[in-house]
């Protein structure tokens, strides 16, 4: 079965600095991979996402994700933080059929002005 | 927009009582799920279901039970709600794509069981 890992239950960054959040998955055959952001009181909105081909992603508001095979890994990153990007992060990985998804833990991003 | 709405945002309830949480989806998804969300513990499946009248256990079934009448429609039911049913709830909806299907996720519903 497959499992997800966000070794990082909370990050401060200040505000105009690099963000990096790490996602560690096990699963067998070459993953899907999603990382979802909550903004407080909100529901989880889709940030990117993995399938194939280019294993940079792009995504909405300035973040991406690399996607690493030797290293299991699918960190996410954006190069400048805004005081909005202050949300809890999930990042998520898709099962054989690709319709249903296990997911980390979380990592709780908070933005120092 | 796929948009989907859960029935209420914030619900109290006493212990034994029996709760109904709604979630509706408004493109036409063949699939839905509810997840409880738990600070350090993520999402958490409880059912899911792929057609009307079709469900399938979660990861934490135990406790709940679900009800799908109508496509857009899918309902999680607390027979006899516990105080450690006390959580966040979240419903999601996708449709079959390539690679793998997008979920699309409501505001949720913050259950306090007291």
């Known amino acids: 079965a497959q499992s997800v890992t966000q070794p990082d239950i909370h990050i401060t960054v200040s505000e105009g600095a690099s963000l990096e959040l790490r996602c560690n998955y096990s699963y067998g055959a070459t993953p899907y991979l999603f990382w979802y952001v909550q903004s407080p009181g909100q529901g989880l909105q889709l940030l990117l996402k993995y399938f194939s081909g280019d294993t940079l992603v792009q995504g909405i508001k300035g973040f991406e994700a690399e996607f690493k095979r030797s290293q299991s890994s699918f960190n996410l990153r954006k190069p400048s933080v805004h005081w909005s990007d202050a949300a809890e992060y999930f990042c998520?990985?898709?099962?054989?059929?690709?319709?249903?998804?296990?997911f980390g833990g979380g990592t709780r991003l908070m933005v120092k002005p | 927009d796929v948009k989907v709405t859960q029935s209420s945002r914030y619900l109290v309830k006493r212990t034994g009582e029996k709760v109904f949480l709604e979630c509706v989806q408004d493109m036409d998804h063949e699939n839905m799920f509810w997840y409880r969300q738990d600070p350090g513990l993520g999402l958490r499946l409880i059912y899911f279901?792929?057609?009307?009248?079709?469900?399938e256990k979660g990861d934490i079934p135990e406790g709940y039970s679900v009800s799908r009448e109508k496509k857009e429609r899918f309902s999680l039911i607390l027979e006899s709600a516990s105080t450690n049913q006390t959580s966040m709830y979240l419903c999601?909806?996708?449709?079959?794509?390539?690679?793998?299907?997008?979920?699309?996720f409501g505001p949720g519903t913050r259950l306090t069981v007291l």
């Open positions: 998520a990985v898709a099962n054989n059929a690709g319709n249903m998804l296990t």
């Open positions: 279901s792929y057609d009307v009248k079709m469900k």
């Open positions: 999601a909806s996708s449709s079959p794509g390539a690679g793998a299907d997008t979920q699309y």
